[in-house]
């Protein structure tokens, strides 16, 4: 069964306190790995796309990073307004399917000034 | 900024009464675009995939009835919530996939909260 974990279900850092979030996945053929931002009461942000093990991405503070059973998204020396929930999805190669996500149920960060 | 879209973004209906949720694709085509529900502190379900052209997919235990959903053109899909009963009320989210210029990345619209008093 296809399947996303993230862990962990909550994080609390001081601001400039780097730390890393887990997505571990079980899927059929993997077409790719999202990560997505998302704010109380808005609807996720996308941020990366991962394809393949070994790929890597950055934007300001963020770099996602995959291996062929999990990706890390690493937060460097966050600030206030990275506080959020950030969803993992992945979308692998269903029977059928149009290609919808299964997500994992979010890291929610609270980053202290 | 935004390349999906949707509309109403809150919006309050009567018991009874059928309420409309639209989702464009802002800036590319979309022959798939997904709907999804969200409890507060819960992560999305997926309630179906919406097809240009063609019926929509249910997830098991969607009644397709109550959701219907249509994608008449390749850059809106609605969504509409029949006969509105309170336990209706949550978070409701579109995205639509990009094509292979992006890498079919799956974008979502900000979402729209519906309430059923």
């Known amino acids: 069964e296809d399947q996303v974990t993230q862990s962990p279900e909550a994080l609390r850092l001081q601001e400039g306190e780097s730390s890393s979030l887990n997505c571990s996945y079980t899927?059929?053929?993997?077409?790719?790995l999202f990560w997505y931002r998302q704010d109380p009461g808005k609807g996720p942000e996308f941020l990366f796309t991962?394809?393949?093990a070994g790929e890597e991405k950055e934007k300001e503070r963020l770099k996602a990073t995959l291996t062929k059973k999990e990706s890390f998204l690493h937060i460097t020396a966050p600030k206030p307004e990275d506080s959020a929930t950030y969803l993992c999805a992945v979308q692998g190669d269903y029977g059928g399917s149009q290609g919808n996500l299964i997500f994992g149920k979010g890291t929610k960060l609270s980053v202290k000034p | 900024g935004a390349v999906v879209s949707q509309h109403p973004s809150r919006v309050i209906c009567k018991s009874g009464t059928s309420v409309k949720i639209e989702c464009r694709s802002l800036d590319f085509q979309a022959t798939t675009m997904f709907w999804y529900r969200q409890f507060p502190k819960q992560s999305l379900m997926l309630m179906a995939t919406?097809?240009?052209?063609?019926?929509?997919?249910?997830e098991q235990g969607v009644e397709k009835d109550k959701f219907l959903i249509n994608h008449a053109s390749l850059t809106l899909s609605t969504l509409t919530v029949t006969s509105a009963h309170p336990e209706d009320s949550s978070f409701y989210i579109c995205?639509?996939?990009?094509?292979?210029?992006?890498?079919?990345?799956?974008?979502f619209g900000e979402g729209s909260w519906l309430t059923v008093v």
């Open positions: 899927v059929s053929g993997l077409r790719g």
């Open positions: 991962l394809y393949s």
């Open positions: 995205s639509a996939r990009d094509g292979p210029r992006t890498g079919n990345t799956i974008y």
């Open positions: 919406s097809n240009e052209g063609s019926k929509a997919t249910y």
